[in-house]
């Protein structure tokens, strides 16, 4: 069932915000906002062409979720059965 905020979300299809302490560049706005998210599902590109988007170009090939702010703060949470888990794969 929907809570209020998700029904808010679907409603007016708009995009989930930010943590405020999280900062997009132009290209990762772009990326999330007006592809991966765009409003009518008819805008958003297949996968293959979304490899093909400036950010996924030029991004750090040595950067994993496990070592970036957010994969810390999940960590954090997660239960400890879980993060055993991640790690040992």
Sequence with gaps: MLNNADFQLFNKRARPPLPPDIRLSANAQDFMNERCLAKDPSDRPMARELLQHPWILDSDKGWTFEKSKIGK?????APKSMSRATTAA
Excluded at 73 to 77: C, E, L, P, Q
């Design 73 to 77: 703060a999940v960590a954090k949470t």
